[in-house]
């Protein structure tokens, strides 16, 4: 009887024990989960994570239009440093051969931000019912924009009776007519053409054309293709000041969509334009990876950039010469609302001191 007892309480005293030591084992567990779920808020609040991105947080895509010149360089790097991609934007990048080009496409409808000219925005302005706002002067300069010309061809005059060319629409149209005026030559004796502009070295190396009046790079390279043959009859300075403009439709910027992404947009670009501006390696690694760009014809163009990323009293001054030169040469038909033109919240969000006061007239 003593023997049953005993073993009884050695039972008891067993399950007694396994309850306890199953106790303190769940609550070891929950302990120890507590402990894991404190740490992890605690290490969350000292290194800044966040809650996991939501599916409205997913980077925005849009559709940017440019072209295979120096000149688009502030986007460039911030494509290679990652800048838009740090503003949440998943950027296609399209190149063409010109912006009067670009806006062909944007006319039907394709892209949300285009790169083009000075002269092709205006008329793109007035082509879409003034449903067109530029968004940011990107780039200008006047020595970027070059005659390039058969080594006969020595002095203004010597254009007279010969075929020049040009991508007609834009800012070369506008370079073409000033250099004419100002030289004091007829322009309807000198014949005009139209060709895109990756086909202009080739006509002026072959003799198909007498000179061109285009941008950079295009002399550089076709002073690279037939040096013997080719030369620079002059730049743009005192004739002109030729701009890269960013531009989107009216209708998308008056979307919360469109204005965040615009406005990124430009907050990434300028973070591009400060690397551009003082590393030209990266410039023109990039341009030599990308576009098969040599060291020398990058350095040609981006030694004469200006990059304001900005609507200031510059480029109100520049576009009220070339509204008064279009109105003149009937390129447009009324003149251009400034006002209307351009859309300053992007960049009034980004840096209020690159948008300047609007002039009160021309």
């Known amino acids: 009887m003593r023997a049953l007892r005993l073993t009884y309480r050695r039972l008891t005293y067993r399950r007694l024990t396994y309850r306890r030591l199953t106790y303190r084992r769940l609550t070891y567990r929950r302990l120890t989960y507590r402990r894991l779920a404190l740490a992890a808020l605690t290490v969350a609040g000292l290194t800044g994570l966040q809650a996991p991105v939501r599916a409205d947080d997913a980077p925005q895509h849009i559709t940017l239009f440019g072209q295979p010149s120096v000149n688009n360089d502030s986007v460039w790097m911030a494509f290679e440093k990652g800048f838009f991609k740090d503003q949440g934007l998943d950027i296609t990048y399209r190149l063409f051969p010109s912006g009067t080009t670009a806006l062909q496409s944007f006319q039907a409808g394709q892209g949300d931000i285009v790169m083009a000219g000075d002269l092709p925005s205006v008329q793109y302005f007035f082509k879409s019912g003034k449903k067109f706002r530029v968004i940011a002067a990107m780039e200008r300069d006047s020595k970027g924009y070059v005659i390039a010309a058969g080594k006969d061809i020595k002095t203004p005059q010597d254009l007279i009776g010969k075929t020049v060319a040009t991508r007609v629409g834009s800012t070369g149209s506008w370079f073409i007519s000033e250099y004419l005026t100002k030289n004091g030559i007829d322009p309807s004796k000198v014949t005009i053409k139209n060709l895109d502009t990756q086909l202009l070295p080739t006509a002026l190396c072959q003799g198909d054309i007498a000179a061109f009046f285009i941008w950079q790079p295009i002399g550089s390279r076709a002073l690279e293709i037939c040096p013997d043959k080719v030369h620079y009859l002059g730049d743009a300075s005192g004739y002109i000041r030729g701009y890269l403009l960013a531009g989107a439709r009216e209708d998308w910027l008056n979307t919360e969509e469109g204005a965040k992404a615009a406005t990124h947009f430009l907050e990434a670009v300028t973070k591009g334009q400060a690397v551009a501006e003082k590393d030209f390696p990266a410039v023109a690694a990039y341009a030599k990876a990308k576009l098969d760009l040599s060291e020398k014809a990058t350095r040609d163009q981006y030694d004469t950039m200006e990059r ?44 209020p001191k690159r948008v300047s006061t609007l002039p009160s007239s021309c």
């Open 308 to 351: 304001p990323i900005a609507l200031d009293d510059g480029f109100f001054k520049d576009f009220c010469s070339l509204n008064k030169w279009a109105l003149g040469a009937k390129v447009t038909d009324e003149p251009l609302d400034l006002s209307k033109f351009i859309w300053v919240k992007g960049l009034e969000a980004v840096d």
